[in-house]
């Protein structure tokens, strides 16, 4: 019992050193920071100036395979008709009255006979707006059915997409149609864009990153050379590298998190911007960016994270020296 009883005080005991050297360590690292104040601004700076170019990179990236991945897999023409063409009502209204429309199904007739279309669907206007404001928010819900200002449209799926282009061609030429849209284009831009963009982006993140962690280690450095003799001290009477590393890990880490909170904020609300003025043009074609909802929270996680690692990474290359034996 006594034995169970020295245990367990002892666990206790160690438990509460834990404690107390953990805020030690954050209390020591939050006056480093203070103490050499232009250093942790440069060092701020640069994390965030890197963190802030990642979430670019990332944002244009992941949007570009999503968009391209999109129109891939929906192989498809947009054909819009002019306002006065009706080619999927039978009867129309003409001088008052409600008379047969003669040149129902004219457009969609013309579509199903070309060779290489699989299926044509029909797309109204008032279908079209629903989807908009369903996707936008309700905040693009200003306009009524008789003033709508978007088309009638087919929806043109082809048998391969390599028939994309011929279709859109063949497509213009039909009477009573306004406009055609396809993705092959935007498809081959949007690979070209990507892969670009994963190659320089890359390269250019990891040398932002490198010069990050050289900046916070040069910080981190001139505190440890400051505190030279204190730390000295400590070794001499015994304590363990951890312990003495534990501070500056800290204030690593504060200048991480630190660079981190504008890069979020940024993403929060610009990419919000984004998808608002740039996701309406691309669901007339049953295109849509990566959801805000889904896409800032995860992505912001990532950079305090990121931004954290980079802070803590600069730290241990800056203590390396000073704890060889």
Avoid at 44 to 63: H, K, R
Avoid at 157 to 175: F, G, L, M, N, Q
Wanted: proline share 2%; hydrophobic share 45%; aromatic share 10%.
């Amino acid at each position: 019992l006594k034995m169970a009883v020295w245990y367990v005080m002892k666990r206790k005991e160690n438990t509460d050193t834990m404690i107390r050297r953990f805020f030690r360590h954050l209390i020591e690292s939050l006056k480093s920071l203070t103490r050499n104040g232009w250093m942790t601004v440069a060092a701020v700076s640069s994390v965030m100036i890197t963190l802030s170019l990642v979430a670019v990179f990332a944002s244009v990236i992941l949007n570009t395979a999503k968009l391209a991945n999109d129109i891939s897999n929906n192989v498809r023409v947009m054909v819009y008709m002019r306002k006065d063409v009706f080619d999927n009502s039978e009867t129309i209204v003409k001088e008052g009255q409600t008379v047969q429309n003669e040149d129902y199904h004219k457009v969609y007739d013309a579509l199903t006979s070309m060779k290489n279309v699989e299926k044509v669907t029909f797309s109204s206007k008032q279908e079209q707006y629903n989807k908009l404001t369903e996707t936008m928010g309700s905040e693009w819900d200003v306009f009524d059915e008789e003033n709508n200002p978007l088309y009638d449209a087919y929806i043109v799926e082809t048998k391969a997409p390599k028939y994309v282009e011929s279709v859109t061609k063949d497509a213009r030429k039909i009477d009573g149609v306004s406009e055609v849209q396809n993705g092959g284009t935007n498809t081959k831009k949007l690979f070209a864009l990507s892969n670009f963009i994963q190659t320089w982006g890359l390269i250019g993140a990891a040398l932002l990153i490198f010069v990050a962690v050289l900046l916070i280690s040069n910080t981190i450095r001139i505190t440890i050379i400051s505190r030279s003799r204190e730390i000295q001290i400590m070794r001499l009477v015994g304590a363990k590298n951890s312990y003495i590393r534990g501070p500056f890990l800290f204030e690593g880490a504060w200048i991480g998190l630190l660079g981190a909170t504008i890069p979020s904020v940024a993403v929060y609300f610009i990419y919000k911007i984004a998808f608002q003025t740039m996701n309406k043009s691309l669901v007339g074609q049953g295109l849509s960016m990566i959801d805000p909802k889904l896409f800032s929270p995860i992505m912001i996680a990532i950079l305090f994270v990121l931004g954290i690692l980079i802070g803590s990474l600069g730290s241990v290359f800056s203590m390396r020296r000073f704890l060889k034996i």
